[in-house]
């Protein structure tokens, strides 16, 4: 059995087990049996108790081994110490997969059960959802595998909850919120059935049209990505629990800024993920990606007949990065014929208070249909003089009528119940209709950056690399036949320059004569610093002259840095002092990797200095980092403007710098196994056309 015809029996069965089935009401055993039979599931319901003739109605069987039939499904609602024994038996009658509810297992410390469980079960061909879920729900297949109250509201949607009370929350809000789902996947423990399989699965579904993910940690990262990025529908994720983790215990500059927001952030960005803030944003998100297309351009046009919900919507994009501009002088002209003299044809489109229907249907009609516009948001303000059905109505017309199907609509209707019953028509009709300007706002964000992830996730796998890996492993294994754990300075930029970075020239000196010669070798003025495996933080040990300008500065320095590396560390292993090319000052940046524990080997880049010190302006990518993502982690900063160039500055050598992230991020990849944590920091940005140079490298390895 491959993998997907066992997820088809645990998403689709075409019989079900319920093992664990009770008489007794207040049992989720009996409450599963109940709403099994109230989403008038079609197939054979097969309860299995060995006490019971009958529950519910239907025949009870004392064992999996006594149905008659096949069953696809098992839903497993026994002690976790039966579950074993529950396994083995599902797995000889020939189910195909498990839908384990059953709590007490890796939750509470139960790893090894949970694992013997998968094991057995993979062992018949069985995947496992769970265990610890509240079960699956399936409105097109009248599957109300669970303990949620009810299946949600039909409609295009499929959730995907690591949390059961969020589920069964967001099940009965589904109706309150008007936002409709066609499934929802309780994946709780997730010891095999996984977001990523989840993900693969419900690209292939003909039911779903969007997907929704509820996260709050993932095991296999990378295949979560992979998943991610092969997907044709919209994915939308709300991550949890994004405090910084595994910070304190950090080595590099990387290792204490990186934590779970940015990680997933990042992986989002690279998976093509929209992301949600909170569980509101989570719904009026998924409704839009739900019934409208991607937003292809920024030129997003509002029409309203209020000016104050249009300055707040006008906010609003600009808050959501969609700012306004302009429409063009024709639409204008055209647009000002269908409103009275006072209104404006600008952006906002205020057709006034005085708005009739007439006035939206016209201006909607036209300019939905002007090849200028991406995007259109209509907002109204309930008043006397007009009826928000019959505008609601006027405009799903006028849209409908244009033909246009490739350009996204969402409207704000702000009043009372009138306009409450309006906004429900047109969300049964297929417009998003929300009653905040802000909110109609935000989903066309979500539709601009599913748009926009979208085209740069495209071409993220292609990968070639520019290093030479071989030459790399050598200096580190150097390293390692010496007994050391991180690299010094000079092996560090070894490493890099394998991996076609620009280091600046750097040659070990072991005595004072040594050093004169090799600075006027490499040409004054010199840096000339400490190399000392146990020294990290070469500064603070004293160990660091800058602009030394000739040979008696040489002599000086190098005698200064052997007494503070002593003094800093009595017992520290020196290997000398490097003599470095002095880098002429230029833009500071930093690059950095971690090892993460989702996503394994992951990339920084932000500005030095005070920007990366206090501000922590930085951003993040799982590697390899493709070319357009390194372009666009150079837009992301809040410091991206000082690249560009700022009063009168030439601009940064940005594609040298986006090549160096490219490089670097090669680099980190491919030596995941023996990288734990790496910075170049600084790294000195010229002018456009006059490239960088690498002034400093740190890598520290896997202890091994
Ligand atoms: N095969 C079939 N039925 C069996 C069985 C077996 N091997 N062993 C026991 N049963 C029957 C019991 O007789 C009982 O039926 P009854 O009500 O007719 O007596 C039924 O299965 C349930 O067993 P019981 O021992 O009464 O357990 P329970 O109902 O109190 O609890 C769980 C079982 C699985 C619900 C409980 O262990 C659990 O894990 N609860 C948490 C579930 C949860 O919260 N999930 C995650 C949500 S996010």
Redesign the pocket.
Known sequence: MDIFESLDAIFQPKSIAV??????AG????SVITNLIDSKYEGPIYP?????EQILGLKAY??VSDVPGDIDAAV?????K?AL??TKECGEKGVKGLIV????FSEMGKTDLEHEMVKLAHGYGMKVL?????GVLSNSDKLNAS?APCLPLPGGAALVSQ???L??AMDTSTYTRRVGFDKLI?I?NMSDVDFGDCVSWLDADENTSAITLYIEGNRDGRKFMKAAQKATKPILALKSGISAHGAAAAASHTGSLAGAAKVYSAAFQQAGIVQATDLNNLFDRTLALTLQPPLRGDNLLIITNGGGVGVLATDAAERYGIPLTFAPKDVQAELKKHMPEFGSAKNPVDVTGMAGTDWYVESCGYAITHPWLDGLVVLYCETAVTDPMEIAKGVKQAIDQSGIKDKPVAISFVGGERSDAAIRWLVENGIPAYDAPDTAINAMAALREYAKIKENAAGATEYKTSGNREAALKIIEGARADGRDSLTEIEAKLVFAAYGMSVTKNILSTSEDDAVRLANEIGYPVVMKIVSPDILHKSDAGGVKVNVKDDAGVREAYQTILKNAKAYKADADVHGVVVQEMAPWGTEVILGSVNDPTFGPTMMFGLGGIFVEVLKDVTFRVTPVSPVQAKNMLTEINGAPILEGVRGEAPRDRKALADTIVKYSQMVYELADEISESDANPVLVYEDGKALKVADARIILKKK
């Open positions: 093992i664990g089935a009770s008489n007794r049992k989720i055993g009996h299995i108790n060995p006490k019971e004392a064992s497993l609602i026994v002690p976790a039966f024994q529950v509810i059953a709590s007490g769970g265990p610890n879920i509240v303990f949390s059961g009370a589920l069964i309780s709780g």
